[in-house]
Nanobody, 126 residues
Framework: QVQLVESGGGLVQAGGSLRLSCAASGRTFSSSNMGWFRQAPGKEREFVGAINWRGGSTYYADSVKGRFTISRDNAKNTVYLQMKSLKPEDTAVYYC???????????????????WGQGTQVTVSS
């Protein structure tokens, strides 16, 4: 069982930065791949990026590549999403999710993610 709690969201001007955190409880965090997703009003939830269980591999959606960075600290049971050069179109509720499948491959979908946080709101003003 993994429980995930996101934090760090808020209101920021375009061009600004935010760092989201996702704190996990449970023994399996350090062996779980972790993903970040977002959902804007009226839109489907979309993939943002993912990091493998060791933290050595990441991949990102094209829309955020070069602006967002995912990292993790397994000693703190926390995964981070550093967001820079934010745009109004980045406005959404951001979710972290855990994938305990043991496989890390390019998967920009919700498949394999079996635990989700409650989300944190990010609003980027123009």
């Amino acid at each position: 069982q993994v429980q995930l709690v996101e934090s760090g969201g808020g209101l920021v001007q375009a061009g600004g930065s935010l760092r989201l955190s996702c704190a996990a409880s449970g023994r399996t965090f350090s062996s779980s791949n972790m993903g970040w997703f977002r959902q804007a009003p009226g839109k489907e939830r979309e993939f943002v990026g993912a990091i493998n269980w060791r933290g050595g591999s990441t991949y990102y959606a094209d829309s955020v590549k070069g602006r967002f960075t995912i990292s993790r600290d397994n000693a703190k049971n926390t995964v981070y999403l550093q967001m820079k050069s934010l745009k109004p179109e980045d406005t959404a509720v951001y979710y972290c999710a855990a994938d305990r499948s043991g496989r890390f491959y390019y998967n920009p979908t919700m498949k394999d993610y079996d635990y989700w946080g409650q989300g944190t709101q990010v609003t980027v003003s123009s």
